[in-house]
T-cell receptor
Framework: DTEVTQTPKHLVMGMTNKKSLKCEQHMGHRAMYWYKQKAKKPPELMFVYSYEKLSINESVPSRFSPECPNSSLLNLHLHALQPEDSALYLC?????????????FGDGTRLSIL | AQTVTQSQPEMSVQEAETVTLSCTYDTSESDYYLFWYKQPPSRQMILVIRQEAYKQQNATENRFSVNFQKAAKSFSLKISDSQLGDAAMYFCAYRSLNTNAGKSTFGDGTTLTVKP
């Protein structure tokens, strides 16, 4: 069982839709991450929240909007996506203070844009 | 910027035998962390093993061990007594101390097939 829970597991949406991806962890981690992963490729970092504040935005288009309502939750709001945005979106968390601590990943949301 | 290179896109191993996956990296930093992650078809990225750069001793976790050569900037993963459940994509990752939230750089991955 994964300690980082992502919902939904699969999402199909049109280019004009608005949807949200959700991520939850109850390990007391203070750093949370969104990654985008294409098939057979490594994860690409999108955003990092550290102590509920956005600390890294890897020049992600504004059609992706992250939100960290509290230390356990991380959302990714989607609007007007493009077909090339179809990918696996992974959420991860880490304790935050110790940089030798590994990231714990969720199972991901498989996103398909029609 | 750091880069991580996994030169073997695909590897295969016979069940119960040993396989080594290679990883090299480029950095100007002296202290950092290195990780191997496993991603089976079920999608979840799972930590296999980690190594702190200041430690000379190679990390070991059961059947998994690393050969960390700091001067050569090499961090290979050895899997002993390979099992069918080891089949997955393996990613090597570098983590800098110099960013607040510990940004990781991943290699392109190696797909490991285990033959029964």
């Amino acid at each position: 069982d994964t300690e980082v829970t992502q919902t939904p597991k699969h999402l199909v949406m049109g280019m004009t839709n608005k949807k949200s991806l959700k991520c939850e962890q109850h390990m007391g981690h203070r750093a949370m991450y969104w990654y985008k992963q294409k098939a057979k490729k490594p994860p690409e970092l999108m955003f990092v929240y550290s102590y509920e504040k956005l600390s890294i935005n890897e020049s992600v288009p504004s059609r992706f909007s992250p939100e960290c309502p509290n230390s356990s939750l991380l959302n990714l709001h989607l609007h007007a996506l493009q077909p090339e945005d179809s990918a696996l979106y992974l959420c991860a968390s880490s304790p935050g203070g110790g940089k030798n601590q590994p990231q714990h990943f969720g199972d991901g949301t498989r996103l398909s844009i029609l | 910027a750091q880069t991580v290179t996994q030169s073997q896109p695909e590897m295969s191993v016979q069940e119960a035998e040993t396989v080594t996956l290679s990883c090299t990296y480029d950095t100007s930093e002296s202290d950092y962390y290195l990780f191997w992650y496993k991603q089976p078809p079920s999608r979840q990225m799972i930590l296999v093993i980690r190594q702190e750069a200041y430690k000379q001793q190679n990390a070991t976790e059961n059947r998994f061990s690393v050969n960390f050569q700091k001067a050569a900037k090499s961090f290979s993963l050895k899997i002993s007594d390979s099992q069918l459940g080891d089949a997955a994509m393996y990613f090597c990752a570098y983590r800098s101390l110099n960013t607040n939230a510990g940004k990781s750089t991943f290699g392109d991955g190696t797909t490991l097939t285990v033959k029964p």
